[in-house]
């Protein structure tokens, strides 16, 4: 057994079926758990709004806070830095003498050469680094066909995955962590500490109370007891968005085969004709779509390499959709709510990034960078996939 393991949270906020945690704590005697806010999520974009957004960031401080507060009530506790992850995760395992690293396997690109660049400065430590996939409802490796020979779109993914689901059981929580003896927790930051201006807040800060796992818990737990147990059939085709559990799944609050399994016990009949299901499958397709193109899903040509089709770059005409001053009045009240809120339902986002494409013309990956920005659900692989979609460029 190791003697001291650094475990780095990213995209997985949540101690219930947290295989990388969970593997980490049965593997040493020591735990030191890490989170890094890194500055350069915040920057500006060439459009002159930030990666994340006010809202967006305010709900990452939510969630951290709340993890932070469940650690600190297992006798552990979360150390909190601000800087480059790269740097600052191997730094810490050098100073606290530990024995390895452990964290979850992201497959965006700029995730992905943050993972190399740590795993260099690892390696020039001696310390070995363990990446673990979790956030999809299966393994790559488990799926009945290699990520090359991805089906095409997504009715024939999910026609042919429907009935070949290998979903591992979500794990329990650990009960308890042991910290080595001596640490600097360091405290969260605030949002003008990440860089945002004060005067760019447009909302209220969100309570900070119930912000994370267990507010995730609440709303799937809602979702059964009304729309499962009780055979209520949920308003709209994607309750995954609509019900906003979607927004702590893309903080990994809550894990996807966790939703699953929870609505499997809860069916009587086949949990395969649950919505929720269907989304979480298709959220998995847009995952697999990522791990397969790469860098092509951010490009304005998208995955089909489509360089037929000519986007306008349009500052003025973008400027009307995204301060809501279209001709189209719905889009513009959507637009406003999108920017107070962080929040459309899956419908309403449609709508508004039809009218950028269709109606205006814009390139689309303007469109998805401001979606980026502003929506707490925001998850790479999702986001630019669905932009892809309605741009004609993507794997529908």
Known sequence: MAQRIIYWFRNDLRLRDNEAL????????????????????????KLHFRRTGTMRGQFLIGAVL???????????DLLIRVGMPENIVAQLAEENNAQYVYTSKEIAPAETRIESSLSKNLKSLNIDIKLFWMDTLMHATDLPFPIAKLPSNFEAYFNEIRDKLRVKQPLTESQSL??????????????????????????????????????????LDQY????????????????????????????????????????????????KSDPMIENLLSRDYFHWTLLRYGPRMFK??????????????????????????TADNEVNLLMEKLKM??????????????????????????????????????????????????AGVGEN
């Open 341 to 390: 809120t962080g929040f459309l339902t899956s419908s309403e986002r449609t709508l508004c990034a039809n009218y950028l494409v269709n109606e205006l013309g814009v390139n689309w990956t303007w469109g998805a960078m401001y979606f980026e920005s502003h929506l707490l659900d925001y998850e790479v692989s999702v986001n630019w996939g669905r932009w892809n979609n309605i």
């Open 300 to 325: 304005p040509s998208g995955v089909k390499h489509n360089f037929l089709q000519r986007w306008e770059n349009d500052n003025a005409a973008y400027d009307t959709w995204i301060n809501g001053q």
């Open 178 to 219: 042991v910290l080595p003896a001596q640490y600097e927790a360091g405290s969260v930051p605030t949002l003008q500490e990440l860089g945002i201006e004060e005067s760019e807040f447009i909302n209220q800060p969100l309570d900070n109370g119930k912000a994370g796992e267990s507010l995730a818990h609440e709303i």
């Open 66 to 76: 709340e993890l932070r507060d469940r650690l600190r009530e297992k006798g552990g």
């Open 224 to 271: 059964i007891a009304e729309h499962v147990k009780n055979g209520k059939p949920f308003e709209s085709a994607d309750p995954l968005t609509d019900t906003r559990l979607s927004d702590w799944l893309s903080l990994g609050c809550i894990s996807a085969r966790y939703i699953y399994n929870e609505l499997k016990n809860a069916h009587i009949n086949d949990a």
């Open 22 to 45: 969970f593997s980490a704590v049965s593997a040493a005697s020591e735990i030191l758990p890490v989170y890094v806010f890194d500055p350069r999520q915040f920057d500006k974009t």
